[in-house]
């Protein structure tokens, strides 16, 4: 079995079709339990988040691996095979570890060095393993690649590097409508993406600081963590047009800001600057309330190009030293516990040869109890003696690139037979199955 990713994200697709393609949580778990009753797949986790989708699956073979979960992904989404497949990556064995360490470690975020994928990839996986979808393969990876994102901001300075999404958006609003400490801030949404917005207000301390959200609760209890106070959703008009920046990430279907709304709102200010900050997928604000006099929109597609110019060189490097160190240790393991199978049969044959000559002895000589059961001692030590440093050997070797040949070796020279033991073997780099016209993987394109 081997693991394969296929997603899109905002670097591959538009950010329309990722609106399109957006999956909530129990849509992303149903996926993952039609993936794993697919001909192909054993296991399956889907990370879905604002910019990005990606289903992780444990794979028997390549071709049909692929075929079910872009057939399955396309049902899920609702779009056409043929409107994903342009936009799709595939990630194979080597190149699948990899790219996942690089999301856990953030360097693959819009904001780069962002820690909400931390969070995010932990939920994806405690949730694929509460409905059986993760175990044994999966669910050790994802622990390993959460491990990765840990030591990528302890161990660097990508946390003071580069900053979040929200950090990013309030920058960006605040070239529109000036400092924050002079300005009103209206967060639609109580989540955990507003969440970060108001600790973040409160920590620059705005101004003044209004949340809305359809749960009067959860918008309290929100407001009175930032300081602020809040409204509910059907005073949202009079609260946009006191705000001189309005923070939006609900995770509602449709627009919660419309074009309509926004005019409303400049018009009640007189046409002072107003700024949005959309964190939402889909969209919360129509795109066209940037028409607005006044209005500045600033979505997760205007923040990743602009969050693009900004990664740090020297500690994004570091981050990738670390992903590529990981990713040869992941690698070098799995490939000592494939030739695990083959120590067991080794020494399973020679335990049944001395067993065997052991009886035959038996039969054509009678010997003493005691002496007899010296000399099975005595056979069975100078057997482990002999077995032992070619098993370490093995062992040892099989942690290199190529080292599965030792293990073969072993096997053809002794005869072994595995039985259902699958040996773990390099596989050759496939085309694109039917159906699903795109690059093949990489199997060992370590982070450059």
């Given at each position: 079995m081997s693991v394969l990713v296929v997603g899109l994200s905002y670097r591959t697709a538009p950010l329309d079709l990722l609106e399109r393609a957006a999956l909530g949580g129990t849509a992303a778990r149903t996926l993952e339990a039609d993936l794993c009753r697919s001909d192909s797949v054993a296991e399956a986790v889907v990370l879905a988040t604002c910019n990005r989708l990606e289903v992780y699956a444990e794979v028997s073979k390549f071709h049909g691996g692929v075929a079910d979960v872009g057939a399955l992904l396309a049902a899920a989404t609702g779009l056409t095979l043929a409107e994903l497949t342009d936009h799709l990556y595939v990630h194979y064995e080597a190149a699948a570890v990899t790219h996942l360490f690089t999301v856990a470690a953030g360097l693959d975020s819009m904001a780069v060095g962002e820690q909400q994928i931390l969070g995010q990839v932990r939920t994806a996986l405690r949730e694929a393993q509460e409905s059986g979808s993760a175990a044994?393969?999966?669910?050790?990876?994802?622990?390993?690649?959460?491990?990765v994102g840990k030591r990528a901001h302890s161990e660097t300075g990508l946390d003071r590097a580069a900053g979040s999404l929200v950090e990013a958006g309030i920058a960006r609003s605040e070239q529109a409508v000036g400092p924050l400490a002079q300005a009103s801030v209206l967060v639609v949404g109580a989540g955990a993406m507003s969440g970060l917005a108001v600790a973040t207000m409160a920590r620059r301390g705005v101004g003044r600081l209004v949340v809305a959200n359809r749960t009067a609760a959860r918008a309290q209890r929100l407001a009175e963590a930032g300081g602020g106070t809040a409204v509910p959703m059907s005073d949202l008009p009079a609260a946009l047009a006191a705000a001189d920046v309005v923070v939006s990430c609900t995770g509602a279907v449709g627009h919660v800001v419309t074009a309509g709304l926004a005019a409303a709102a400049s018009a009640a200010r007189g046409g002072r600057p107003q700024a949005?900050?959309?964190l939402a997928l889909p969209r919360d604000v129509d795109p066209q309330a940037a028409d607005v006099d006044g209005v500045t929109v600033v979505d997760l597609e205007a923040l990743g190009r602009h969050l693009a110019t900004h990664e740090v060189a020297v500690e994004v490097a570091q981050v990738r030293e670390i992903v590529v160190a990981e990713v040869q240790t992941?690698?070098?393991?799995q490939r000592a516990q494939a030739v695990a199978p083959t120590v067991v049969a080794l020494r399973a044959h020679a335990r049944s040869v001395v067993e065997a000559e052991l009886t035959r002895l038996q039969q054509?000589?009678?010997v003493d109890p005691t002496v007899r059961a010296e000399l099975e001692q005595t056979v069975h030590r100078v057997v482990e003696k002999l077995l032992h440093n070619p098993t370490v050997r093995v062992k040892e070797l099989a942690g290199e690139p190529g080292g599965s040949a030792y293990a073969d070796a072993l096997r053809e020279l002794f005869g072994l037979d595995l039985g259902r033991v699958a040996a773990v073997s390099e596989q050759p780099v496939p085309s694109s199955p039917p159906g699903?016209?795109?690059?093949?993987?990489?199997?060992?394109?370590?982070?450059?």
């Open positions: 044994r393969v999966l669910g050790h990876l994802l622990q390993v690649a959460l491990r949005y900050v959309d992941y690698l070098a393991e054509r000589v009678q699903l016209s795109i690059p093949a993987p990489s199997h060992t394109g370590l982070v450059s």
